[in-house]
């Protein structure tokens, strides 16, 4: 097993101008922005020595470091949040003097992420070191789910790696069988800090660019993506519908009042 002590820092790319929803990270959700509900639950994880904010928007930037937390500013031009976050690395090793181990990315959309699935995805890193990048993986439930363009799709092979990601839901039920493994990318993806470094320059392939799925451009060189299992019920927010979703969803939730008054 690896050091538990390694340097481990999640960066939560945000950016306002989302084709699908504009101004998507500060909308609100139960009166905090969407992007506070997802720096405060990660904060939460015992794995990380720090969390971040890589954003291109001084509104957000302002928001964040309103609240102590620690935001940095990325270029408006990186069309995948791996880009951004890859660039937030630099940023933030050149600010601190000290070298990251682990980046973990985590969506700013996924405003019901808890810290258990932030280290169920990081433990993998530490106890392989030849393991470069974990996904985390969770059971779509309903048919209506399956066939939503905004959840990326994964199916994997018999050693729980990435096969394929897309929008198109995969694998097929159109050949008679119906009971097909359905599963979802969920957005917690930590990268050993040089691999992300490296997948960086990579040039985007037409796949990615295809499924508009970051991933894709690692399977694409030949590369293995360890998909780890949630249980933790989440509910990414791509539209105002799924606001409204996820609103209702958290009417209970057990983190928020640890966090709903700073």
């Not at 790696?161 to 069988?177: C, D, H, L, M, Q």
Request: aromatic share 6%; net charge negative.
């Amino acid at each position: 097993m690896f050091n538990s002590q390694m340097h481990i820092v999640a960066i939560i790319p945000a950016r306002m101008a989302s084709s699908r929803f504009p101004d998507k990270p500060m909308k609100l959700i139960h009166d905090i922005p969407m992007v506070g509900h997802c720096y405060f639950r990660s904060k939460m994880s015992q794995m990380l020595t720090e969390v971040y904010v890589a954003c291109c928007d001084q509104v957000v930037y302002d928001y964040i470091t309103s609240k102590g937390g620690k935001a940095i500013m990325t270029a408006d031009t990186h069309e995948r949040a791996s880009d951004r976050a890859a660039e937030a690395l630099l940023k933030i090793e050149q600010e601190t003097g000290r070298k990251v181990d682990i980046v973990v990315m985590i969506q700013g959309d996924e405003p019901m992420t808890v810290p258990s699935m932030i280290d169920e995805a990081v433990q993998p890193l530490l106890d392989d070191e030849n393991c470069q990048i974990t996904n985390l993986v969770a059971d779509i439930e309903t048919i209506a789910e399956f066939e939503d363009p905004n959840e990326v799709k994964v199916v994997l092979d018999l050693h729980s790696n990435a096969v394929y990601f897309s929008r198109e839901p995969i694998p097929s039920r159109k050949k008679g069988v119906l009971d097909v493994p359905m599963k979802k990318q969920v957005c917690v993806i930590p990268f050993r800090r040089d691999f992300l470094l490296e997948y960086n320059a990579m040039p985007q392939t037409p796949l990615e660019i295809i499924e508009s799925v970051d991933m894709m451009r690692i399977i694409e060189n030949g590369g293995k993506i360890k998909m780890i299992p949630t249980s933790v019920k989440t509910k990414a927010v791509d539209t105002p519908d799924d606001l409204k979703v996820v609103e209702a969803l958290m009417q209970h939730d057990a983190l928020m009042p640890l966090y709903a008054k700073r």
